[in-house]
């Protein structure tokens, strides 16, 4: 392990954090198949924890079809049932259930918008927050509160604030960290 100083909730013993710490998180990123990767990956943190989401990440992206939209969208009770015997994803059927409910949706706003990310740049013009200490704020309230109206679920102010991390738009690396930016 090199001597970097890390954003303290970096798990330093679990390599797969570190990477993500370093080489993804608050690192825009404003690929379509990302920002629906990363959108159902946060609905499924709710009540959890992130590492706990990660360490399962490539089990999702297995379980979930390589998180094809087009494919989830399509799901039955059958591939519903099959998901909640598989014992390495989160097995969370109200949370199975909105993945599919969400992704009609988050196609429903690439339609309407363009993208996903047109959709996002309404709420920001465009530009990277940097800001620390915070787990919510006037942006993801107003993105949560819209979300909510057009029927999404587990998307509430909290998670859209660590989504909108996850994909760069808000920087919130620590003063500390060596990847810090004001």
């Known amino acids: ?34 920002l629906y990767q990363m ?7 709710a009540g959890l924890s992130w590492e706990c989401v990660l360490n399962k990440r490539e089990d999702f992206k297995k379980a979930f079809d390589n998180f094809d939209i087009n494919k989830i969208i399509k799901y039955d009770d059958k591939k ?28 429903n706003i690439q339609e309407e918008y363009g993208s996903f990310y ?29 979300l909510q109206k057009r029927k999404m679920k587990f998307v509430g102010s909290t998670i859209i604030y660590s989504y909108l991390q996850a994909i760069g738009i808000i920087n919130s690396h620590e003063k500390e960290c060596f990847l810090y930016k004001e």
């Open 118 to 146: 047109n959709y996002l740049k309404q709420y920001t013009n465009g530009k990277i927050i940097y800001e620390t200490g915070k787990t919510t704020s006037e942006i993801s309230d107003k993105i949560s509160k819209d």
């Open 39 to 45: 959108l159902i990956l946060e609905m499924f943190q």
């Open 1 to 34: 392990m090199d001597n970097k100083i890390r954003c303290k909730w970096c798990n330093l013993k679990n390599p797969l954090y570190v990477k993500y710490h370093d080489e993804e998180w608050c690192m825009p990123n404003f690929d379509e198949a990302y």
């Open 80 to 107: 519903i049932e099959k998901l909640l015997k598989n014992e390495k994803i989160i097995r969370n059927k109200l949370k199975i259930k909105a993945t599919i409910n969400n992704s009609k949706i988050f196609k």
